[in-house]
């Protein structure tokens, strides 16, 4: 299994670019999410998926958009960058979304450094 | 708002001691916590989740404890080891389908 792989590792945009992150899962998880890590700040929920088709706003989501057209895959795309989301982009998936009682491993992907400028 | 804080920013000790660390959460209505260890470069790796209802868990070398009422969990190493050098984060879920993550520690191991 390689797990949930994230692309690119590393990318430097220009303000006002756009770009799409790209993350897939191969464990057929239901739930997707997209955090971002800033020093002082801790990870940061931007979006998140319980399913195909099914997409909703965290707590960083402006300037962020995605979609969830299959069970594998959850892109996040920049539609205009700005130096503030210079950070370390990480995807996230479970089986089930981290609030289910049972509980369940969340796995994370190796993460994608982006650089705006 | 829920707001997870973990003290020491960073820990430095010698190998084979033991060790805790410390995290505290602001609203003790939760469903479940957990520790997370993050190598530099790296993503995060699960390490132990506790529900709201227990109190521990083990892995290994690794227990991790909780206290709804307090607000607080602690993560204990046994024997600690230069390859357990690495930055641990802890995450409480509430609701809103989300983890809420304290900053971490970074744990150096020196041989």
């Known amino acids: 299994n390689a797990g949930v792989t994230q692309t690119p590792k590393f990318q430097v945009l220009k303000t006002g670019q756009s770009m799409t992150l790209q993350c897939a899962q191969d464990?057929?998880?239901?739930?997707m999410s997209w955090y971002r890590q800033d020093p002082g700040m801790g990870l940061r929920l931007i979006h998140y998926?319980?399913?195909?088709?099914?997409?909703d706003q965290g707590e960083v989501p402006n300037g962020y958009n995605v979609s969830r057209s299959t069970t594998e895959d959850f892109p996040l795309r920049l539609l205009s960058a700005a130096p503030s989301q210079t950070s370390v982009y990480f995807c996230?998936?479970?089986?089930?979304?981290?609030?289910?009682?049972?509980?369940?491993?969340?796995?994370f992907g190796e993460g994608s450094w982006l650089t705006v400028v | 708002k829920q707001e997870v804080t973990q003290i020491p920013a960073a820990l430095s000790v010698p190998e084979g001691e033991n060790l805790v660390l410390n995290c505290s959460f602001t609203?003790?209505?939760?469903?479940?916590l957990q520790w997370f260890r993050q190598d530099p470069g790296k993503g995060l790796t699960s390490l132990l989740l506790?529900?709201?209802?227990?109190r521990e868990q083990t892995s290994g070398r690794l227990n991790a404890s909780l206290d709804k009422s307090s607000g607080r969990s602690t993560l204990y190493i046994a024997a600690s080891q230069p390859g357990d050098s690495a930055t641990y984060l802890c995450?409480?879920?509430?609701?809103?389908?989300?983890?809420?993550f304290g900053q971490g520690t970074r744990l150096t191991i020196n041989p």
């Open positions: 996230a998936s479970s089986y089930t979304p981290p609030t289910f009682h049972s509980g369940n491993t969340i796995y």
């Open positions: 464990m057929n998880h239901e739930y």
């Open positions: 998926s319980v399913g195909a088709g099914i997409t």
């Open positions: 609203d003790s209505a939760i469903y479940n």
């Open positions: 506790i529900q709201s209802s227990q």
């Open positions: 995450a409480v879920t509430r609701g809103a389908q989300k983890l809420v």
